[in-house]
DNA sequence: GGAATGATGCGGCCAGCGCCGAAGCGTTAC
DNA sequence: GTAACGCTTCGGCGCTGGCCGCATCATTCC
């Protein structure tokens, strides 16, 4: 009963479109301010502020105030997983016709890990090379892929059985890699600088050393015919 | 932008308490009736209405009439499995108070297998028998598993590697079996009239029979002291 | 055919909520 | 100190949407 309400409640938070938008803007998993948010949600700062507020309460985001800025971000993995599940219901709907950027299709963040075309490629290599298998109910590290990932030093963890999350792609329809894999695997991407955050998209760019990385390492042409 | 909003939509749906009722008395499973679902979510048979049309619109529940009957069912288990990352989020949530009946503690339907007490029994016999690998971002059946099933009469299918979904319980906090894997197992113990359906309600009634066997071959006591 | 039952359509009521303008508070910059 | 900036609170407007009573249609039972 009561926690039927609650599910109702958190629901109808993610229900509103202006605060939609703040969570999908937030579900990179950066922090951002309240301003920023606004600009992304469409609407003016006193409203985006009143909207901050109920998803504060409601326990999906956190705050910390910097001098006079606020940085908000997504309170856990599993909201940026709950929106996920959302978005895969969205999409194995009426296959609509799919109007966004076609940069979003190329490379872009999934709360902690990649999707678009260069997370499928990156998990259809690890595949082809025997170092992991993926289904669509898990999925787990090989010895050779454990060893593959610390060489390239995305060391998942000390755990003896590495397991995965597979996350189905919502534009290419495959699974990625998603789960502490495929954060490590993301994060090292981002330290070598092979992959860069774009402003105002949830979109990302391969640098020149990622063409080159992606390939040598690989074996993939992360400029996807561009 | 145009999914954002189709997200908003979605969620919009979920965020109205009759509806967030009608979901989740449907989340076991079953084909429900109009009225039963307008039972369910305590408001007229003319609201229930409305909003069934409203989530049948919205793509979330499939329709098929018999007679002057209509049965509603969950669309897919994608939802089932938006619905179980939202139950995720309410609960790890401030520890509010459960007041649930301790009925459902026991044992319940998660859309296709089982959780609850019994539940993450079930999964703990098979990790402590060597039978599964499991943790909070995958696992796995193993070859004696295999067998394991295969003898019980809950084959999982022809795959070589059988990987299972986790599904974090929102009254244990353990892990308990999703998947192909727990779809089959739930299966096979209705077949085997081990457990059973209550109305009104998604607790599952072990039975007579159910007791001897969970503890003839899982070696766990099923009453769960009562 | 007639009555009972399940489900839907329509109209009207009303609460709730999103929105913005204006004002207030706290921090930072000069 | 003064100004600029980020953020929040308050108040009022407007509209969406949930709810039910009543009526209608379809199906089944007798």
Redesign the pocket.
């Known amino acids: 009963m009561s926690d039927i309400n609650h599910l109702a409640s958190i629901a109808?938070?993610l229900?509103?479109?202006?605060?939609a938008n703040i969570l999908v803007a937030l579900f990179d998993g950066r922090a951002l301010?309240?301003?920023?948010?606004?600009y992304a949600?469409?609407?003016?700062?006193?409203?985006?502020?009143?909207?901050?507020?109920?998803l504060?309460e409601g326990g999906l985001l956190t705050?910390e105030?910097?001098?006079?800025?606020?940085?908000f971000r997504l309170a856990s993995a599993s909201v940026a997983q709950m929106l996920e599940s959302i978005m895969a219901v969205t999409d194995t709907q009426p296959p609509r016709p799919w109007r966004g950027g076609e940069g979003l299709r190329n490379a872009r963040t999934c709360y902690d890990h990649l999707a678009g075309r260069l997370g499928v490629a990156l998990a259809s290599f690890l595949m082809d090379a025997g170092h992991l298998v993926l289904s669509s109910d898990g999925g787990e590290v090989s010895a050779s892929g454990l060893a593959f990932l610390r060489d390239f030093g995305a060391e998942p963890g000390p755990s003896k059985r590495v397991f995965c999350r597979p996350c189905l792609d919502w534009s290419e329809r495959r699974p990625h890699l998603a789960g502490r894999v495929g954060a490590a695997l993301a994060c090292r991407c981002f330290d070598l600088g092979w992959i860069r955050r774009q402003r105002d998209t949830r979109a990302l760019a391969v640098t020149a050393e990622g063409r080159v990385g992606f390939q040598a390492r690989f074996g993939f042409d992360a400029s996807f015919g561009q």
């Open positions: 109808a938070l229900g509103d479109p202006a605060r301010t309240a301003k920023e948010l606004a949600a469409h609407v003016t700062p006193q409203t985006a502020s009143g909207h901050l507020g109920k504060f705050m105030k910097q001098g006079r800025h606020r940085y």
